[in-house]
């Protein structure tokens, strides 16, 4: 699902790539700024998600009375888990974007 946000939140920033491509961005330019959003999105939202399942284990392991147990190696993981859905996610839209026609996309948008 996240994948399908990305990709449409991407899609409606079009006419703002191809007026940068228009003033002369490169496409790598354009590609690297969409990838970069959808990794920093993808890790903000990865890294609260995990502060809230910390935060969620730690209340539930002392309402139990049980000492808690939390793997920093899970923590990582699931923190580069998100962020490589949002490399995943976030390719299409820039590839996408860079190889638009600047004339072509702001005469569609």
């Known amino acids: ?14 006419c703002r790539s191809d007026a940068r491509s228009a003033f002369g961005a490169a496409r790598g330019h354009i590609r690297l700024r969409f990838l970069t959003e959808s990794i920093a999105l993808s890790t903000l939202g990865g890294l609260a998600g995990t502060v809230l399942g910390v935060l969620a284990t ?8 049980w000492p808690p147990v939390i793997s920093l190696s ?29 004339t072509e996309a702001l005469a569609s948008a």
Do not use: C, K
């Open 74 to 102: 899970t923590v990582a993981g699931g923190v580069a888990g998100t962020v490589l859905v949002g490399v995943i996610a976030g390719l299409y839209p820039s590839l996408r974007a860079a190889r638009l026609a600047p």
């Open 1 to 14: 699902m996240r994948h399908v946000a990305t990709a449409s939140a991407a899609w409606s920033r079009r």
């Open 58 to 65: 730690l209340a539930y392991t002392a309402y139990q009375g």
